[in-house]
């Protein structure tokens, strides 16, 4: 201290000036060594998050296509046009028999339907039996009834339903699917729905006091100030039996 206080009022400022430099140099070095750690830190977790995304492309398109795959019976009309206004992309559709359908409109989906309802006809059809029966008189078939729609399937448009091979001799009605059951007396009738919605028209035959389906038509019938273009409503008609 005496030392100290026998330097020059000069000396000392210098000394006092080389501390205060001394102790700002030691706060840049800590500073400097603490941006860098924070710096290598971000540097790292950002590479982390590069390498993990572009690393597995595969796995993040299998689960964003195994989100749009469904099972057949867990679809309905209504179900499927919900995904498609969410997501406009294709619905993978898996069927125990049929196998995978690829559904890219509601048109597709209406096609997909009618395959399955076909395929159900044909598995209901008994196998020949190999037993030797009586030699019987089979009676005449019945007409094969088909019919025809056109018109814009929309609420208030008239629908025009012609039966083909139509005989009135034979007990007719038609279903439309809502409810509304009637009994044509020519080959041409028209109906008009009231409201919108997806629907199940049947042909169906009466005999004997039972009512048999011989026709199904599904179809889409869509408000008024919708148009029907590129709806897919597109009508698919199966193949009627009888």
Not at 103 to 122: A, W
Not at 127 to 149: G, N, R
Not at 212 to 238: M, N, R, S
């Amino acid at each position: 201290m005496a030392m100290e206080n026998s330097l020059s009022p000069y000396d000392r400022l210098d000394s006092y000036l080389e501390k205060l430099e001394a102790q700002e140099k030691v706060k840049r070095q800590r500073l400097f060594l603490i941006l860098a750690i924070v710096f290598a830190v971000v540097a790292s977790g950002g590479f982390f998050a590069y390498t993990s995304y572009f690393s597995e492309p595969e796995i993040a398109e299998e689960n964003e296509i195994r989100l749009r795959r469904y099972a057949a019976e867990e679809l309905n009309p209504e179900l499927v046009q919900k995904l498609f206004v969410k997501d406009p992309n294709s619905i993978v559709v898996i069927h125990p028999v049929t196998g995978v359908d690829t559904i890219e409109s509601m048109d597709d989906y209406y096609q997909f339907l009618n395959r399955l309802t076909m395929l159900e006809m044909d598995t209901e059809v008994e196998p020949a039996s190999t037993e030797l029966k009586e030699e019987v008189t089979l009676p005449e078939e019945d007409p094969e009834f088909l019919v025809k729609v056109e018109g814009e399937k929309k609420v208030g448009a008239k629908l025009i339903y012609t039966i083909e091979n139509f005989d009135p001799s034979f007990e007719l009605l038609l279903d439309f699917g809502n409810g509304i059951i009637r009994k044509p007396s020519s080959p041409r009738y028209t109906y008009k729905y009231p409201l919108p919605g997806h629907f199940d028209f049947h042909l169906k035959l009466v005999k004997d006091g039972e009512e048999e389906i011989i026709q199904t038509i599904k179809y889409q019938i869509f408000p008024k100030e919708e148009q029907q273009a590129d709806q897919g409503a597109t009508l698919v008609q199966e193949t009627s039996t009888s």
